[in-house]
């Protein structure tokens, strides 16, 4: 069965067992994804890492990179002003690395998508 160029396959591959003999069974099912379809593109995801040279992990990451996904005007979806309000300018904020003490204002913080990059580099003026 032919494909229209902007419709992705999506192998998913199910497995069932058989109780009698212990053996295990794989179907594959091919499920077509629209990719012009703007439902299937309403998330972003970044690379986000955390560190601080005056830490105690330094030079290890006190955030280890991960990739964090945002739904579009979901949970993690903030504007540039609230991230820095919520996990930058509250002195009661922590970070999140148990074997850290050092204050938040001497992280740095880097998210990274494609070929672009944001740091976020603080100081106390």
Known sequence: KET????QSLDVVSMASNTSTGSAVVW?????????????HQHISVLFSSFSSASTNAPNPCVSPWVVTMDYYGKNDITLGAFLERYCFRTVYQCPS????????????????????????????
């Open 98 to 125: 148990e074997t850290c003490d050092t204050p938040m204002v001497e992280h740095v913080r880097r998210f990274v998508h494609g070929q672009g990059s944001i740091e976020i580099t603080m100081q106390t003026l």
């Open 28 to 40: 594959e099912q091919k499920r077509l994804v629209d990719c012009m379809d703007p439902r299937n």
């Open 4 to 7: 229209k160029s902007f419709e």
